[in-house]
């Protein structure tokens, strides 16, 4: 039997949780099982339900989403956290992500998003919505030469992300400096980079450096 991933909801306004709520209801194996209104018992909340994964907004009465996953930080994680917020300044994701955070995505997105952060989270992936990702890639990127902005057809079996680390290494960046350009865990990286050799049938890195170059994705 498929175990239920269990889904506790975080926000001052009770329209968005049902909204959320009614999406996440679609998916069998989803489960909310609870909600806060205001950032003070959102610990005691999510402990007391067991919940897998934390939906929060940022910006909560009382206690903020920062300030909640300070508390989260300090305490220790009782769940995985996906932040839901109108902000997407890299500066404050950055920080965020820095405090053990799964998931980042905008409310602009989350209801084409929510469900799809939601599953990748529970798998143990990092998330971000598409907007977010792609402003966090092109600032790693900006302005290098070796760059080729017009992206050509790569092989299907590559994701969005595994081509922006195909790129990243090609352009002679360290695990640990995609890590940080990324927002992501180095952990995720070397995941990634297991995956993109398992996908490419290549031998090591150099073959990762090969493809992008005969593929165009960066200029020799």
Known sequence: ?????????????????????????TVPNFEVVGFSL?????????????????VLDISMPEK?????????????FPCKVIILSSYDDL?????????GVSGYLTKQCA??????????????????CESIREKIFNKAIKNNPKLNAYKPNVNPLLTEREIEII??????????EISDQLFISINTVETHRKNIIKKLKAKNTIGIVKYAMNNHLVFS
């Open 38 to 54: 205001n950032g003070t018992t959102i610990f005691d909340d999510v402990t007391n339900n067991n919940a897998d994964i934390l």
């Open 64 to 76: 903020d989403g920062i300030e909640v996953v300070k508390e989260f930080a300090e305490k220790g």
């Open 167 to 176: 790129i990243l290494i090609a352009l002679e960046f360290s695990g640990k």
């Open 91 to 99: 500066k404050l994701i950055k920080e965020i992500m820095d405090l």
């Open 111 to 128: 209801g084409e998003n929510i469900i799809e952060a939601v599953q990748a989270v529970a798998n143990g992936e990092e998330y971000f």
């Open 1 to 25: 039997m498929t175990k239920n991933t269990r889904i506790h909801l975080a926000d001052d306004h009770k329209i968005i949780i049902h909204g959320i709520q009614t999406l996440l209801n």
